[in-house]
Structures are given as structure tokens and as C-alpha cells.
């Protein structure tokens, strides 16, 4: 019986010591919580790499932009319904106007007004002179025109031609009448051919970003001053568009003082003797007179003792 208490006593020691080592380990990591079964899964979880948001929302909108290119080919309501799966539907019906039985509702399905060459009236008239005179002064040419399922997206030519229009320019006579002066050929574009595309163009982007087709966008490269900028969040502000760190709030100084853009805050002027001298014009190291005054040039004499010796030419 002694011999069996013995090896409990060990036992119990035994698991003590395990436990103990497991909440020591827990411990070490106390803002973890922890789910049933998860204990076996940390260390492979551990090794995964969190996604970064800015990936996920350039993921995102890549994919937005590539539905809605699709959508911009779709042909009628009932191809768009079929597209993201939604289910057949019955009538649609209303409620009586004056608390009736419900009515069939009498709303009908459109086509989306696409992006195509559609005429649309476009001025004759010089930017210029628009007090010219002249015949017809408007006229319906095919331009691009339409939705497009993106607001990242425009509907933009992609092939156009000239067209060569006769116009007559008038004048009123001092009779009051309308008198003809001239004949003017006048050169309209018209498109031919129409699509979806992005608003924002690589020329766009300025010096400190890359241009991304899938994303519309103009992305800033220097993400290191953009992290930064991030983790002075409290005072400063990233402008993506020009890659530049902002304060959040600028600030009027009194005299002496200066805004400063890196603490976002006033700052005393430091007064330098060499920022008062180029302030001044003056230069006390130098000629001790301002930059306007010429200098005083004093001929040297042949046997002045100034002047340096220089050998005789050789022939």
C-alpha cells in the first residue's frame, strides 16, 4: 500500500510539472485567445503572413473593374440577371392608391444606355469670336456618349475621322439686313468607334508614382514616406495624389516664428549672420559692400611690386 501511495504522489508531481509548463507557455503569450482545438494548429498558423489591406483592396477593385468591363458588353436587362445569377421573379406588384387590391406594377425593363457614337450637337462657332456669324452655326455629329458600370471608367473614342463642313459667314448691313461676307470650311471630328476605359491615364501620374492599368490608378512608390506619414496619424495626412506628407491643421505664427512642416507646428527662427548677409545684399567676410556697388579696379604698374613676374614668351 506504501508502495502504491508512493508512485501517486509521483504522478500527481509529474502532471503538475506539465501543466505548469503548459500555463507558462500560454502565459508567455497572453493576448492570444485561444480556441478549442486551436493549441495544435498555433505553430502552423504562426507561419502564415497576414494579408496587407492595401492588397486586398487592389485585389478588390481590379476585380471590380473587370465585372464591369463585362457589364459594359452585356445587351439587354435580362443577359444582366443572368450574369449574377439572380433568380426569376414574379410580377412585381404595388399597392392600390386608394387602399385597394394590389396592382401589376406597369414599370418596364430598359436597355442601359451603352457607350456608342451617338449624334450629339456640337457649336460651329469659334471659341475665339462666338460673335461671329455664321451658318449653321450647330450641328449632330457622332460623339461618344453612354454609362459605363465603373466610376473609374469613361466612355472615350478609340477611332475617329474629320468631317469637312461648309459654312456661310454673315454680317448685318447698316440697312439691318443680313448680307453674305464669306464661305468657310469648317473641320469636325466625328467618332466612329466607342469604349469603356480608364479616366486616369499614365500621363497623369507625376514623378513619384507608377501607373497601374488594372486599377486605374497612379500608385505612389515611395511607400516609406507614406508609412511615416501614416504613424503620425494624429497630426499628419497622406495625400495620395501627390505623394506628399500633409499637417492636418496650419497654423497662423506670430512674429519670430514659422510653420513647420515636419513637426507641424511653430518654430522660432534661428537668426544666422550669413542668413542676415544674404538677406542684406551684404558681404562682410568678403568687400564688406553690397552686391550692387561694382568693384574698384586699380591699374597696377609694370614695376609695382604687386604685380607678379610672368617669364618671357618663349619662340
Not at 456640337?122 to 471659341?127: A, G, I, Y
Not at 471608367?153 to 439691318?176: G, H, M, W
Not at 505612389?220 to 495625400?239: A, F, G, P, V
Amino acid at each position: 500500500m506504501l508502495h502504491f501511495g508512493s508512485k501517486l504522489v509521483v504522478f500527481a508531481i509529474t502532471c503538475a510539472l506539465v501543466l505548469g509548463q503548459s500555463d507558462r507557455q500560454r502565459n508567455d503569450d497572453s493576448d492570444r485567445i485561444y480556441f478549442p482545438g486551436q493549441m495544435a494548429r498555433s505553430s502552423a498558423s504562426e507561419a502564415e503572413e497576414p494579408v496587407k489591406t492595401s492588397d486586398l483592396d487592389d485585389r478588390m477593385m481590379s476585380a471590380s473593374l473587370k465585372i464591369a468591363q463585362q457589364i459594359n458588353s452585356l445587351q439587354s436587362y435580362e443577359e444582366f440577371l443572368k450574369f449574377i445569377g439572380a433568380p426569376e421573379e414574379a410580377n412585381i406588384l404595388i399597392a392600390g392608391r386608394f387602399g385597394g387590391e394590389k396592382e401589376r406594377s406597369n414599370a418596364e425593363r430598359v436597355k442601359q444606355a451603352k457607350c456608342m457614337p451617338d449624334l450629339t450637337p456640337v457649336s460651329l462657332k469659334p471659341v475665339n469670336n462666338s460673335a461671329k456669324l455664321i451658318y449653321p452655326s450647330c450641328v449632330r455629329v457622332k460623339r461618344c456618349g453612354g454609362c459605363c458600370a465603373h466610376a473609374l471608367f469613361s466612355c472615350q473614342p478609340v477611332a475617329t475621322e474629320i468631317r469637312n463642313i461648309e459654312v456661310t459667314v454673315y454680317d448685318i448691313s447698316a440697312k439691318l439686313l443680313p448680307v453674305c461676307k464669306d464661305k468657310e470650311i469648317i473641320a469636325v471630328e466625328e467618332h466612329t468607334q466607342c469604349k469603356c476605359d480608364c479616366k486616369i491615364k499614365e500621363e497623369h501620374c507625376n514623378k513619384k508614382q507608377i501607373y497601374e492599368k488594372d486599377i486605374c490608378s497612379c500608385v505612389c512608390t515611395n511607400t516609406d514616406e507614406e508609412q511615416k506619414c501614416r504613424s503620425n496619424n494624429h497630426i499628419k495626412l497622406w495625400d495620395g495624389d501627390r505623394c506628399t506628407c500633409l499637417c492636418r491643421e496650419l497654423q497662423d505664427c506670430s512674429t519670430g516664428y514659422y510653420f513647420d512642416q515636419n513637426s507641424c507646428s511653430c518654430q522660432k527662427i534661428p537668426i544666422r549672420f550669413h542668413d542676415f548677409t544674404r538677406r542684406t545684399g551684404y558681404r562682410f567676410g568678403q568687400t564688406e559692400k553690397p552686391d550692387s556697388i561694382p568693384p574698384v579696379i586699380v591699374t597696377l604698374d609694370a614695376m609695382d611690386p604687386r604685380r607678379k613676374p610672368k617669364d618671357d614668351p618663349e619662340y
